[in-house]
């Protein structure tokens, strides 16, 4: 004879159970996930505009080793004397500087998919090469990843103690510059130690609000506003001379 137990009905309501649980830790987890990426994208954002800031204040020919020292103990910079510039080849002295999340940056690396949550490596570098106790070079660099398979964006300016910079002529102390080369978007501001106060303003106004929003960087014109906005005039002009290129329009700058 059968017991009662065995004549039962099947009740889903336990499995269902298990689902729903499984579905809200799910959600808490992803929810914490993301919250750690919006703090880690916070953390280096704030610590990437200090330097920044540090570095805006370093000035060509007239800076000091002392200077430089407090940005590299700041930020815990190290001695780097694998650094080395065509336009201050007697450098006897070179720091660096770089900052970035390493969790933050793993993750992305490791599980690409992560990076639809905030998980996306980025980081920045300065450098800073001194000849006889003075700086004769400053260089201030971002570099942001977007979704897998897309380019990355990469972002440099630096500050350079010759007269002449660019070849040309309405903006000789003023150079920018773009090209995609191995999957990197890059755009490039020279100044020199002679430039307008306004060049010298937008070379080194560098924006990382970007890090933090869930889309992320699309576009180095987000890194950098102020020189973008200066260049774009420059870059119709070379497209309506020499044609357009395709290439930057349709992996670097899509989203515009």
Known sequence: MLSTSMCRPFSP???????CWAGILSCTCLFVG?????????????????LLLATRAIRVKESTTADVQWIVERFDGQLDKRLYASDCPSADAAYSVRIAASSLNWIGSTIPHARRF???PWGVAAMFLLQQGHVCYVQYGAAVERAVGEPSLSVSTTALPIGIVSIDPKYPQYRLGDRLH??????EIE??????????????????????S??????????????WAD??????????????????????????
């Open 214 to 227: 869930l889309q992320g960087c699309q576009r180095v014109s987000q890194l950098a506003p102020g020189a």
């Open 118 to 120: 905030g998980f996306r």
């Open 191 to 212: 100044v020199g130690s002679e430039a307008m106060l306004t060049e010298k303003q937008h070379a080194f106004a560098l924006e990382f609000s970007c890090v933090t």
């Open 34 to 50: 993301v919250l750690a990426a919006l703090f880690l994208n916070l953390h280096t954002q704030h610590e990437a505009e200090a």
């Open 182 to 187: 191995r999957g990197v978007c890059s755009f």
């Open 13 to 19: 309501r336990p499995i269902l159970r298990w689902i």
């Open 231 to 256: 260049y774009v005039p420059r870059r119709e002009a070379r497209n309506a001379e020499h044609g357009q290129d395709q290439g930057w329009d349709v992996y670097c700058d899509k989203a515009h």
